[in-house]
């Protein structure tokens, strides 16, 4: 069974800078995605970026020119680099790591990230 652990997050002020973190952990030999959702209460989950087992990365408009996603691929730990931090950034944050081939994927506990104005 694969299992997430994230760490990272708080409360930081605008224009600061957070890392979060978040390794994989179990049987994850096949072509993965790991991935970044943020949620605000009322709203739906929302993907903020990802990263494939071959490094391909994907950002979602908020992320772009702000945050950066790697990863790890040797120990399955991803990143979640966030830069330039802007109060409308909070959120529960929590990483996921899809399996296209098996059609499954498992999500970490959320962490979360306030941003003070």
């Known amino acids: 069974q694969v299992q997430l652990v994230k760490s990272g997050g708080g409360l930081v002020q605008a224009g600061e800078s957070l890392r979060l973190s978040c390794v994989a952990s179990?049987?994850?030999?096949?072509?993965?995605?790991m991935r970044w959702y943020r949620q605000v209460p009322g709203k739906q989950r929302e993907l903020v970026a990802s990263v494939s087992s071959r490094n391909d990365s994907f950002y979602t408009e908020p992320a772009k020119g702000r945050f950066t996603i790697s990863r790890e691929k040797e120990r399955n730990i991803v990143y979640l680099q966030m830069n330039n931090l802007k109060p409308e950034d909070t959120a529960v944050y929590y990483c996921n790591i899809l399996f296209p081939s098996r059609g499954t994927q498992r999500w970490g506990q959320g962490t979360q990230v306030t941003v003070s104005s």
């Open positions: 179990g049987e994850i030999n096949d072509f993965n995605v």
